[in-house]
C-alpha cells in the first residue's frame, strides 16, 4: 500500500461534487485525491508549487556549482580589466 503525504484526503468523486468547499477546508494545505484508496494526485496551492519550483531550481544550480568547483584547475585566469 502506498503512504498518502498529506493531512488531507478526498476521493475523485467527493472532489468532482464540491471541489471549492474541499479546497477552503484544507487551508492551504496539500490534499491527496485518492482513486480505490490510493492517491492519485495531490493538490497543493499555487503558491506552495511555486516555492518547490523555486527550491528544486536552486538545488539544480547548488549541484552544478560543485560540479564546476571540482574543474578549478582548468579554469582561466582573467583580470577584470580583460572583461
Do not use: C, W
Not at 468532482?16 to 494545505?29: D, E, I, R, V, Y
Not at 495531490?42 to 560543485?66: C, F, H, Q, R, W
Amino acid at each position: 500500500m502506498r503512504q498518502v503525504l498529506a493531512d488531507f484526503s478526498v476521493s475523485i468523486s467527493e472532489l468532482k461534487k464540491n471541489p471549492s468547499s474541499l479546497l477552503s477546508q484544507a487551508s492551504g494545505s496539500p490534499i491527496a485525491v485518492l482513486n480505490h484508496n490510493k492517491p492519485a494526485a495531490y493538490l497543493i496551492p499555487a503558491e506552495t508549487y511555486e516555492a518547490l519550483m523555486d527550491m528544486i531550481e536552486d538545488y539544480e544550480l547548488s549541484k552544478l556549482v560543485e560540479e564546476r568547483r571540482g574543474d578549478k584547475e582548468q579554469a582561466i585566469a582573467v583580470s577584470l580589466d580583460d572583461l
